[in-house]
């Protein structure tokens, strides 16, 4: 399985991607949105809108998506079984508002 997941460097939505990945142990490649202008006008254009995080599994591309759709995404396609592992973040929770403030500070904005 090839999987690309365009990403923020720290959101609480694109954590929930990279925790899924993590849960059942699947490899991918985790592309930078934020600091990378042209990742992310590579992600607008496979995707067709300008929101993350978006991921594509085998040419298939979930646009907007959580942690939680994805890995229903997976399971649903009996691409993974459920796994009895736990993360250690929410799957399908935005930022708190302690990383928008962070982010504020650092993020660049290409639109």
Known sequence: MTIKAYLKPSCGW??????????HNLPYE?????????????????????????????GVMLAD?????????????NLVRDAAAVTDVPTNAGCSDEEHAK???KTIRFF
């Open 14 to 23: 694109s954590n929930g991607v990279r925790a899924i990945m993590q849960k």
């Open 30 to 58: 985790d592309i930078d949105i934020i600091n990378n202008r042209m990742s992310y006008a590579e992600m607008v254009e496979k995707s067709g809108q300008p929101l993350s995080p978006c991921v594509e599994i085998d």
């Open 65 to 77: 998506v959580s942690g939680e759709e994805v890995e229903n995404y997976l399971l649903s396609n």
């Open 103 to 105: 982010m504020a500070t």
